[in-house]
């Protein structure tokens, strides 16, 4: 009978593991598949954001020599030449400024290669290299040989169609050219070609760099014909790229040789962009894993086998007694806990992987602040949109409108554990301090520091943070801060970057703890002014602040110009200070009937004293600072109603923010933001979360949408963001929310 019973007994074992091991290889397999393409769908959407990456870097630079290109139709002396018909009408100090304009704007921008103007009707060529009759010219350029001369003759002057064209070149290689037509009057055939000649090795170097950062096997830039321009990597010919992009029939995803490769049309020219990455290598980590899999599925089944046999063999209890010891679990005294303490000792061990689960997350955060902050100080981005847009990409919220940069030095340098703790205690230290927070990352041996607060904290508020942070920093007595200036603009981060740099350059053997950036340090750079000053005119210039850019004009002027002895560099200078303002003055105060804009550029031109010109300047500025005054005050009324009417209207798109409204509405980011919560008592971050929480509640109740699907329909970049936001606005998850 005990014999039957453990044979019995062996029998139900083995028939119990054949049935448990079936199952758990077939879901092996299936978890295994499914893992492998769900990588692969993730590789491409990844490489797909990559292309656009490197679509958004590659037209940014083109969108900004065409809009370059379009200023030169209205040039002064581009229209004098326009209209005249002999070259003894014209001055020839308007050619010198005409061509030094073309090769300034050359030297600004390595995007470009060869920049000239022709004008057919006078066969005269205007361009980097000086002002000549068209052969002359194209000597010059041509090391002084007239081979393809009649071509390129034949090229600059029949060109009918604006853009950028690819040239294809004798060696089988092409050029981007970007060529556009600069009319007098569209009823005249006086009409000048300008041709400006893309640099290739900057796009190459472009391409270089984003495949570096990728690790992709190749990137590219090809034409609308899908023929390579530029190329970087290794491994695949450009005839077999041509041949998969024409087959592929304008999908921006497709599969070559192993590859996985995405194609992006420009937003703006016949340009597409290109990028392959090798799949086996990145799904080497899949495969491993599955492998893994399979080998310890195969140990798990014989160490069961092995140990269902001993158990069937010396065990002959029925099933229902090995439950029963299951189920009645002792605690730690020997007392057999029911069914309650089983749930409570369920739970407890739950919330505690819940706040682990936090704190990793919490940290994961911090570290991609971090990344964020290296990158925006290595690559020093000072374009609002481009450094916005890099927030969006990586789940980032700035809510307040202040920015300030600061530096902490240890004359011993810092180990990774002591980062790791100024991080927590720098942390700990504004835990507490309401509309001001903190990214901290390492940058070039020391811990860089990005605030972002209210309007309320100035100076003296930040100089006792810094303090405080000191203070709580105690394992680091020799430490000290140095703090850049305060701005209103992300723009400016790098500003701010700088001048903590030279705060801390001037203060390296002052004693002290907290030192704060000075406009009267900028005074002592000597030549080097035009290092820190000139970006921060040429800023204020692009931005609009046009009183910061009168104060910085004397310094300019009178330090960086003033002291060049070289008459033509002295020259440049001059007009790398005098075109933005006349450039602005064109734009925006032509309305002005107080001034001519031809009298004014002609009393600029005569200008010979140096203190003339400067006073002439500072009235152009005033000129400016009058007309922004104005719409400033036209806008005061409504601009908070009108700000909450476009809120309304776009908040579900996830580019939607304080800098992009405040462009969009031409104030400044401080202004808005005050004059917003002091009206609706709500900041405009805050406000455009509400709308959009509200529409998710909405669509959560009442469609089937999933959580990714409903955060990216409102306007959230990441289903983690929008989840975090959700909690803080409704102190519970969608989940639980919908269960309710």
Not at 422 to 431: E, M, W
Not at 570 to 588: C, D, F
Request: proline share 1%; hydrophobic share 40%.
């Amino acid at each position: 009978m005990k014999k039957g019973k453990i044979t019995k007994s062996l029998y139900l074992w083995v028939r119990s593991f054949i049935i448990v091991s079936v199952v758990m290889i077939g879901m092996l397999v299936a978890l295994t598949t499914w893992m492998v393409k769900e990588f692969s769908g993730e590789i491409e959407e990844l490489n797909h954001g990559l292309t656009s990456v490197l679509q958004t870097s590659i037209d940014i630079r083109l969108n900004d020599i065409d809009s370059f290109a379009a200023q030169l139709q209205m040039n002064a002396v581009n229209l004098k030449l326009s209209r005249s018909k002999e070259l003894s009408e014209i001055d020839k100090d308007f050619l010198v400024q005409f061509s030094r304009q073309l090769y300034d704007y050359k030297l600004s921008n390595t995007f470009i290669k060869e920049i000239y103007v022709y004008y057919p009707h006078l066969n005269y060529v205007v361009g980097d290299l000086g002002y000549f009759g068209a052969e002359k010219y194209y000597l010059l350029k041509n090391e002084l040989k007239l081979d393809g001369y009649e071509e390129w003759l034949e090229t600059a002057g029949g060109q009918k169609r604006d853009g950028y064209s690819f040239m294809p070149q004798g060696d089988g290689s092409m050029e981007l050219c970007l060529f556009r037509q600069l009319p007098y009057d569209l009823s005249s055939d006086k009409t000048a070609i300008l041709m400006i000649l893309i640099n290739k090795s900057e796009v190459e170097s472009i391409l270089r760099n984003a495949n570096e950062g990728m690790g992709n096997t190749m990137t590219a830039v090809v034409a609308a014909d899908d023929s390579v321009y530029a190329s970087f990597g290794s491994g695949i010919d450009h005839a077999d790229l041509k041949e998969s992009l024409q087959a592929n029939g304008g999908k921006p995803l497709f599969k070559m040789e192993g590859n996985y490769g995405s194609v992006m049309d420009s937003d703006y020219y016949g340009i597409k962009y290109v990028t392959l990455i090798e799949r086996r290598k990145l799904l080497d980590s899949g495969y491993f894993i599955r492998n893994i899999a399979y080998v310890s599925i195969g140990l798990c089944m014989i160490f069961g086998a092995v140990l269902f046999v001993l158990l069937g063999r010396r065990n002959a209890k029925p099933l229902k007694d090995i439950l029963d010891k299951v189920v009645n679990k002792t605690d730690e005294g020997g007392r057999f806990l029911d069914d309650y303490d089983l749930i409570d000792s369920g739970i407890s061990r739950m919330l505690k992987m819940n706040v682990e689960s936090t704190r990793k997350l919490e940290e994961q955060r911090e570290a991609i602040e971090g990344l964020f902050l290296c990158n925006l100080l290595s690559s020093e981005e000072r374009n609002n949109s481009v450094i916005f847009a890099s927030m969006q990409k990586f789940g980032i919220q700035m809510e307040y409108s202040l920015f300030q940069v600061g530096l902490i030095r240890n004359p011993m340098g810092f180990s990774q554990d002591e980062i790791h703790d100024a991080d927590v205690r720098i942390r700990g230290a504004l835990k507490e301090k309401e509309d001001i927070a903190v990214m901290t990352a390492e940058f070039d041996g020391s811990l860089a520091l990005l605030f972002h607060m209210e309007p309320e904290y100035g100076k003296a508020e930040m100089q006792a943070i810094a303090a405080e942070i000191l203070d709580s920093l105690h394992s680091l007595v020799e430490c000290r801060i140095v703090l850049g200036g305060i701005y209103d603009s992300m723009s400016n981060i790098i500003t701010s970057f700088h001048q903590a740099q030279m705060v801390a350059e001037f203060c390296e053997n002052d004693r002290g703890r907290v030192f704060f950036y000075d406009e009267t340090m900028v005074g002592r750079q000597e030549n080097a002014a035009y290092v820190s000053v000139m970006p921060e005119y040429e800023m204020a210039m692009l931005e609009e602040k046009f009183e910061e850019a009168d104060r910085l004009l004397d310094l300019l002027f009178n330090q960086y110009i003033g002291t060049d002895r070289n008459v033509y560099t002295s020259r440049a200078k001059k007009y790398a200070v005098i075109n933005p303002i006349l450039m602005a003055l064109e734009n925006h105060a032509g309305s002005c009937t107080e001034y001519s804009m031809e009298e004014y550029t002609r009393n600029l031109s005569e200008a010979k004293d140096g203190q003339k010109l400067l006073k002439l300047l500072h009235e152009g500025f005033g000129y400016l600072i009058r007309w922004q005054q104005k719409r400033q005050l036209d806008q005061k009324e409504n601009i908070a109603e009108r700000a909450r009417q476009y809120i309304s209207l776009n908040f579900e798109d996830p580019m939607i923010g304080l800098y992009s409204i405040s462009d969009m509405l031409g104030v400044s980011n401080t202004y808005l933001s005050t004059t917003f919560k002091k009206k609706y008592g709500i900041g405009i971050a805050q406000y455009i979360n509400s709308l959009r929480i509200e529409k998710a509640k909405r669509l959560i109740v009442n469609t089937d949408e999933n959580i990714k699907e409903i955060a990216l329909s409102v306007g959230f970049s990441s289903d983690a963001a929008f989840i975090r936001v959700f909690k803080q606005f409704e102190n519970t998850t969608p989940g639980r929310y919908k269960k309710k």
